[in-house]
Antibody, heavy 119, light 107 residues
């Protein structure tokens, strides 16, 4: 059974760094691309980037300068780190699995980690 | 980036009815359009990709049509579990982009 679960800090102060972990089960990170998508009140659903099955990454230019996606395949975990947070980064952050037939299609999602950026 | 415009923003219907949700791309995306369902407390669910291909496990009452810039998600004979939010997403080019969503509510 495919499962994805995000864990994050809940509250982050402005200018600080957000770190979220996505733990997966039921499939291998070496076989699938893994994506990060966020949902904010201001911009709705936004694709942030992915890490390929081979470990290389691709980012949305909107976030490129402050976003990093990495993974630990031995722990079945994917990581999102984003620095210089602003209040408008408040929202829900999802990890999602890319479909094998098209890496921009997301065929399994986590329930999301809610993040509030506030002092 | 390709802008995706969904309509209507809100839609009220009763179980057993059929509804359609529209999605318009700011430029041609060929057939590469996906639809997702979002419900509180549940993981988002992929319904359709490539405009009209039903994802495995999704009931046949869901169907998608369209190509180029105009697409439609149709749900026939609504079931109680179908009420929620629906999003379109283009998967033709970088970066993939989403519509603003359509809320399907119980009438």
């Amino acid at each position: 059974q495919v499962q994805l679960k995000e864990t994050g800090p809940g509250l982050v102060q402005p200018t600080q760094t957000l770190s979220i972990t996505c733990t997966v089960s039921g499939f291998s990170l070496t076989s699938y691309y893994m994506q990060w998508v966020r949902q904010t009140p201001g911009k709705g659903l936004e694709w942030m980037g992915f890490i390929r099955s081979g470990g290389s990454t691709e980012y949305n230019s909107e976030f490129k300068s402050r976003l990093s996606i990495s993974r630990d395949t031995s722990k079945n975990q994917v990581f999102l780190k984003m620095n210089s947070l602003k209040t408008e980064d408040t929202g829900v952050y999802y990890c999602a699995r890319s479909a094998l037939y098209d890496y921009y299609v997301m065929d399994a999602w986590g329930q999301g980690a809610s993040v509030t950026v506030s002092s | 980036d390709v802008q995706m415009t969904q309509s209507p923003y809100n839609l009220a219907a009763s179980p057993g009815e059929s509804v359609s949700i529209n999605c318009k791309a700011s430029k041609s995306i060929s057939k590469y359009l996906a639809w997702y369902q979002q419900k509180p407390g549940k993981a988002n669910k992929l319904l359709i990709y490539d405009g009209s291909t039903l994802q495995s496990g999704i009931p046949s009452r869901f169907s998608g049509s369209g190509s180029g810039t105009d697409f439609t998600l149709t749900i026939r004979s609504l079931e109680p579990e179908d009420f929620g939010l629906y999003y379109c997403q283009q998967h033709n080019e970088y970066p993939p982009t989403f519509g603003a969503g359509t809320k399907l509510e119980l009438k």
